[in-house]
């Protein structure tokens, strides 16, 4: 099946800071990436989703970034808030021509938000 | 708007009883439900895919008749996990889809709040 992982288990930045979080997948037909944060106890929250047909993607103080060649995906976030401490996904869907919906989940990095 | 709950939000049981998960879309009707399992510190991984009124679709390794997936209604699926041991212990998330293709092809999944389950 398809792999989705992280380079970084647990990430700590400083109040403030910018952070970045990496994912790496194996499945070059990836269609389509989101990223998800998730807080203690409670289910993932969408936070940016970017196709293969884009290289950069912008949010609220968020950016992800996707690199196809080497299949990374990060996600930027700036000016990093303690509320931003969760545990961070990558996720991604195959095919979306075939109609496949179906999410993969990456590993998973920590934020831990240091005031 | 696209609000997915859970009931109940944890659960203790006794093992070799069985526990039953509800996934309720709230404020649209979900034609697709996704059931997942998430062991401490680690990952979602996808349990079963169910369509309203058809069988739920396994991914491999999960065994479907521990594993009882019922999809009666749009706003409606049900986990129920049969037997339960100790190892069934994990945090069960739902989600669902509405059927509303996004412009760039993707049906949006969204998340219910999860349901803890310790089977002691």
């Known amino acids: 099946g398809e792999s989705v992982g992280l380079h970084l288990p647990t990430l700590s930045v400083q109040e403030g800071d910018n952070s970045i979080i990496n994912c790496a997948y194996s499945n070059s037909a990836s269609d389509y990436f989101i990223w998800y944060k998730q807080e203690s106890g409670k289910g993932p929250q969408f936070i940016i989703d970017?196709?293969?047909?884009?290289d950069k993607r912008q949010g609220q103080r968020v950016t992800v970034l996707l690199n196809k060649t080497v299949k990374h995906l990060s996600l930027q976030i700036a000016a990093t808030q303690p509320g931003d401490s969760a545990v961070y996904f990558c996720?991604?869907?195959?095919?979306?021509?075939?109609?496949?919906?179906?999410?993969?989940f990456g590993t998973g990095t920590r934020l831990t938000v240091i005031p | 708007g696209a609000v997915v709950s859970q009931h109940p939000s944890w659960v203790i049981c006794k093992s070799g009883t069985s526990v039953k998960i509800e996934c309720r879309s709230l404020?649209?009707?979900?034609?697709?439900m996704f059931w997942y399992r998430q062991f401490p510190k680690q990952s979602l991984m996808l349990m079963a895919t169910s369509n309203e009124g058809s069988k739920a679709t396994y991914e491999q390794g999960v065994e479907k008749d521990k594993f009882l997936i019922n999809h009666a209604s749009l706003t409606l699926s049900t986990l129920t996990v049969t037997s339960a041991h100790p190892e069934d212990s994990s945090f069960y998330i739902c989600?669902?889809?509405?059927?509303?293709?996004?412009?760039?092809?993707?049906?949006?999944?969204?998340f219910g709040p999860g349901t803890r389950l310790t089977v002691l």
């Open positions: 989600s669902a889809t509405s059927g509303n293709i996004q412009p760039h092809g993707y049906n949006e999944q969204f």
């Open positions: 996720a991604e869907t195959p095919g979306l021509e075939t109609g496949a919906n179906n999410l993969f």
């Open positions: 404020d649209f009707q979900a034609t697709t």
């Open positions: 970017i196709r293969s047909n884009m």
